[in-house]
């Protein structure tokens, strides 16, 4: 594993695959490369008081086959949010990204993710400040607004759900230097700063803002939040209309390389999200049909077996099997044998002292 490897020259993100805690990282991301050469990966959101002040060396690590590969951060303070984009180019990343889209109210404590669409000032700042100290691409991740809720009972945060304002939002941070940004199409439901109990969400080290206001309604779950309220592509294509010399991907809804194919005529690039963790062998098709790349599709049966010899690496460094073979559970979804596949490796990739044998006895009962 090298997580100093050069960058490369120019990021092509029309097909990326999101940033999910608790999903995206670095096991899954070299699983997916060995599926698409060509799609921007991105990290976990990692927020900076972990990067400055936790275990620096494990969060940025990365296996040199995963470029392009850019790092998401979480957090609102110009100066650290700088420290850690120049951490990012320091050791390789392709790009840093800053979530300005995450509705979970453990993250919202610490003031960033979706809750910064209120404060665009706030962003541009950062943003400036990030790109002064890297010459790797600056990007955000946002959403195309915030309010409360259709059930919230509480003013719980100041909306900002117009067009008007998310045009604003992006028109202060563009002048800040952001040139790309990512929007997952619909709106963030943030009803209240109750903890989120999610255990991805709850290990996020942060410096919590104080808490004021009433703590007896949670408001819906991140999960809700990833499918309400309704997508507004509409919305998307509007900002794309209105803002032509900005980059701008479309997140949200995108299932496959040939949905994220048919928005290319108006996006920039499109970004697909646990879709690609549940049903991964879908990106196979991402190369030939987005890319161009001639190279045959590799098979679900090739990709293991390039696989296996990194898990073994990883098990001699300490790795338990079941850290790494999550991501694979989906890869024979819809052929036969899938559910053996499945249930094989879930039943026995936990079990102390399982090693790659449990891939092979799986493989060889497809």
Same mark, same amino acid.
């Given at each position: 594993?090298?997580?100093?490897?050069?960058?490369?020259?120019?990021?092509?993100?029309? %097909?990326?695959?999101?940033?999910?805690? &608790?999903?995206?990282?670095?096991?899954?991301?070299?699983? %997916?490369?060995?599926?698409?050469?060509?799609?921007?990966?991105?990290?976990?959101?990692?927020? $900076? /008081?972990?990067?400055?002040?936790?275990?620096?060396?494990?969060?940025?690590?990365?296996?040199?086959? /995963?470029?392009?590969?850019?790092?998401?951060?979480?957090?609102?303070?110009?100066?650290?949010?700088? /420290?850690?984009?120049?951490?990012?180019?320091?050791?390789?990343?392709?790009?840093?990204?800053?979530?300005? &889209?995450?509705?979970?109210?453990?993250?919202?404590? =610490?003031?960033? &993710?979706?809750?910064? %669409?209120?404060?665009?000032?706030?962003?541009?700042?950062?943003?400036?400040?990030?790109?002064?100290?890297?010459?790797?691409?600056? $990007?955000? +991740?946002?959403?195309?607004?915030?309010?409360?809720?259709?059930?919230?009972?509480?003013?719980?945060?100041?909306?900002?759900?117009?067009?008007?304002?998310?045009?604003?939002?992006?028109?202060?941070?563009?002048?800040?230097?952001?040139?790309?940004?990512?929007?997952?199409?619909?709106?963030?439901? %943030?009803?209240?700063?109750?903890?989120?109990?999610?255990?991805?969400?709850?290990?996020?080290?942060?410096?919590?803002?104080?808490?004021?206001?009433?703590?007896? +309604?949670?408001?819906?779950?991140?999960?809700?939040?990833?499918?309400?309220?309704?997508?507004?592509?509409?919305?998307?294509?509007?900002? +794309?209309?209105?803002?032509?010399?900005? +980059?701008?991907?479309?997140?949200?809804?995108?299932?496959?390389?040939?949905?994220?194919?048919?928005?290319?005529?108006?996006?920039?690039?499109?970004?697909? =999200?646990?879709?690609?963790?549940?049903?991964?062998?879908?990106?196979?098709?991402?190369?030939?049909?987005?890319?161009?790349?001639?190279?045959?599709?590799?098979?679900?049966?090739?990709?293991?077996?390039?696989?296996?010899?990194?898990?073994?690496?990883?098990?001699?460094?300490?790795?338990?099997?079941?850290?790494? $073979?999550?991501?694979?559970? =989906?890869?024979?979804?819809?052929?036969? =044998?899938? &559910?053996?596949?499945?249930?094989?490796?879930?039943?026995?990739?936990?079990?102390?002292?399982?090693?790659?044998?449990?891939?092979?006895?799986?493989?060889?009962?497809?």
């Amino acid at each position: 594993m090298d997580s100093n490897t050069k960058s490369t020259s120019v990021v092509d993100r029309r %097909l990326c695959v999101a940033p999910m805690l &608790g999903w995206t990282d670095r096991h899954e991301r070299f699983f %997916l490369r060995l599926i698409t050469r060509h799609t921007l990966l991105y990290t976990e959101m990692i927020t $900076t /008081e972990a990067l400055l002040h936790g275990d620096r060396k494990r969060l940025l690590a990365y296996h040199s086959s /995963e470029h392009p590969v850019a790092l998401q951060l979480g957090g609102n303070g110009p100066r650290v949010l700088a /420290e850690c984009a120049r951490l990012a180019q320091e050791h390789g990343y392709d790009e840093v990204n800053l979530n300005c &889209g995450c509705p979970s109210q453990r993250v919202r404590l =610490g003031g960033f &993710g979706a809750c910064l %669409l209120a404060e665009p000032e706030q962003v541009a700042r950062c943003v400036a400040a990030m790109g002064r100290a890297v010459s790797i691409p600056v $990007t955000v +991740k946002t959403r195309l607004g915030i309010d409360n809720g259709p059930d919230s009972d509480e003013q719980a945060v100041e909306e900002h759900d117009s067009y008007r304002d998310l045009a604003r939002f992006m028109e202060i941070v563009a002048d800040a230097g952001c040139k790309t940004f990512i929007i997952h199409a619909r709106k963030a439901w %943030l009803a209240s700063l109750a903890p989120d109990p999610s255990p991805h969400v709850q290990h996020l080290q942060t410096a919590h803002r104080p808490v004021t206001g009433a703590h007896k +309604k949670r408001g819906i779950s991140p999960a809700q939040n990833r499918k309400l309220p309704p997508l507004r592509y509409d919305a998307a294509r509007a900002v +794309k209309k209105e803002f032509p010399a900005l +980059k701008i991907v479309l997140n949200g809804g995108v299932e496959d390389p040939e949905s994220a194919h048919g928005h290319l005529g108006v996006f920039d690039g499109v970004m697909m =999200g646990r879709s690609a963790y549940h049903h991964p062998y879908r990106l196979a098709s991402a190369d030939g049909l987005i890319f161009a790349d001639p190279h045959p599709v590799p098979s679900r049966r090739e990709i293991i077996e390039h696989f296996i010899p990194y898990v073994e690496k990883q098990l001699a460094a300490g790795v338990p099997l079941g850290r790494m $073979t999550r991501y694979i559970l =989906g890869l024979f979804g819809g052929q036969p =044998g899938a &559910g053996i596949w499945r249930r094989t490796i879930s039943e026995q990739a936990h079990r102390p002292g399982a090693g790659v044998e449990v891939i092979r006895t799986a493989l060889g009962r497809v």
